[in-house]
């Protein structure tokens, strides 16, 4: 059996999952009557695991079984969603949410190191825009399908949607044919530092906001998470077989086009995250409408990634399409600063097409132009990195949002208002309070595209270098 419908059908799941949790989080926070930092965590935590799993479970796949690892990543994703669904507060809710950022850490890895393996030359660049392209249908139809889905039946059976759809892939993956790198050990210890350093770290970035930075136990998860990194970094070096090769990060090429993930990333989750709530309390509309609106981010996502590889394919520069995919990026995150309670989904249009077309023409392009620059038996530890830079920008990208917001706001309205108002709860008095969000939203926006534009920078110096050095050797 092909790998490829297998894996696509995984990829669209999980990015589904990633831009359709947003919209339940008004409804989440209503039942189980939580704000602020616990139920940002529906999401973040839902990142953070993805992010700390992902290299782990990449490199795990190369050596213990490709197949193996997707097959477990699909039950372990089913089982987190299930577990939300029948969530009876805030606290289960946000653990659920990690077990399954866990395992969709594992398919989005495993399933990218299966079709490196599995194809080569024009037909590995293909089947990378595809998944490219079906990680777009997911990122577009997730808000909509979503606020149907709670529409129809509520949160909670919008999730055990997911459970099912995760067993089903879980299922359809046992035919599939297994791949590994032969030899090598388990880096046990690197494997237990990753993880331990990734997810104090972003504990620590994420409570701040809510703690305040200077809280001990910010600064302790900030210290611990800095020292585990350090170790991890010392011990990649003598490894035998590293969790992360040292090799690869050295790699200026790889290394440009996995930062440019990481920027259009940054450019795009914050908007997909945040504004279907900025719409249902700014605008009134419902989650199935504010679903509906976030298509003008999320349809070119869908249709980019298969006409940017087509237009590599004939000879288009690569990078020169990456570059410009960054000034969109960039610059519609600053054109974002229009946006206000009156008809916004009109005055905002044009910069949320920018920012999904920039993110679709990455999508389409990066995966394969950076896996191509790996030897074979690394292709697991590649895509895991690349995916974990994915997921620790999202994590990162809610955090610094939620901050950005949270501060602005109480800068207006005081911490206890902040919180609620940048939930979506505001008082019988809303006019102030809108007119305070939409002011944060403005500024936050302005720091994202600032932050977006220096990152493309350092991309353009890395993959210009680069492809020098490349054509010297």
Not at 92 to 112: C, E, F, H, K, T
Not at 278 to 288: D, F, I, K, N, T
Not at 395 to 418: D, E, H, P
Request: net charge positive; hydrophobic share 55%.
């Amino acid at each position: 059996m092909s790998a490829l419908p297998v894996v696509l059908t995984a990829v669209v799941l999980v990015a589904m999952s990633i831009s359709g949790t947003a919209v339940a989080l008004p409804s989440i926070g209503k039942e189980l009557d939580a704000s602020g930092s616990p139920l940002n965590w529906v999401v973040a935590g839902y990142n953070l695991a993805f992010a700390a799993m992902t290299l782990v479970a990449g490199s795990t796949a190369d050596r213990i079984g490709r197949r193996r690892v997707f097959v477990v990543s699909a039950v372990t994703f089913a089982i987190g969603f299930l577990g939300t669904a029948l969530s009876p507060s805030i606290l289960v809710a946000d653990v659920a949410r990690i077990v399954s950022g866990a395992g969709g850490a594992g398919l989005m890895a495993a399933g990218g190191a299966l079709l490196a393996s599995s194809y080569d030359g024009p037909a590995r660049n293909r089947a990378f825009a595809l998944m490219g392209t079906v990680a777009g249908v997911g990122i577009a139809i997730g808000p909509s399908l979503s606020g149907l889905l709670i529409t129809a039946t509520g949160w909670r059976g919008s999730f055990v949607v997911f459970a099912c759809l995760g067993l089903l892939v879980a299922v359809g993956a046992t035919r599939l044919q297994e791949s590994r790198t032969l030899g090598g050990s388990a880096d046990w210890l690197g494997s237990l530092l990753f993880v331990l350093a990734l997810s104090v770290l972003m504990y620590g970035v994420l409570e701040a906001p809510g703690l305040g930075w200077g809280h001990p136990r910010v600064l302790v998860a900030l210290v611990v998470g800095l020292v585990a990194l350090v170790a991890f970094a010392a011990v990649q070096r003598r490894s035998a077989s590293p969790v992360l090769a040292p090799s690869l990060t050295a790699n200026r090429g790889f290394l440009g086009w996995s930062l440019a993930t990481l920027t259009t990333s940054i450019g795009f989750l914050g908007v997909l995250v945040f504004l279907p709530t900025y719409l249902q309390v700014a605008s009134g509309l419902s989650p199935a409408v504010a679903g509906v609106a976030m298509l003008l981010l999320t349809t070119p996502v869908l249709v980019m990634p298969l006409t940017a590889v087509s237009l590599v394919n004939r000879g288009v520069s690569p990078r020169l399409l990456i570059l410009a995919a960054l000034a969109l990026v960039a610059g519609g995150n600053l054109w974002m600063v229009v946006l206000r309670p009156d008809h916004t989904v009109a005055v905002i249009a044009v910069p949320l097409l920018l920012i999904g077309i920039g993110m679709g023409m990455s999508f389409g392009i990066t995966d394969g132009q950076a896996m191509s620059l790996v030897p074979p038996d690394a292709v697991g530890m590649a895509a895991g990195f690349l995916n974990t830079l994915r997921g620790a920008a999202e994590a990162l990208v809610i955090a610094g949002f939620s901050a950005s917001l949270l501060g602005f706001l109480s800068t207006k309205l005081g911490t206890g208002r902040a919180a609620a108002v940048s939930s979506g709860h505001l008082s019988d008095q809303p006019a102030f309070e809108l007119q305070a969000f939409t002011w944060s939203w403005q500024l936050t926006q302005v720091g994202v595209s600032a932050l977006c534009l220096i990152l493309s920078a350092v991309v353009a110096i890395l993959i210009l270098r680069g492809s020098v050095t490349a054509a010297r050797r």
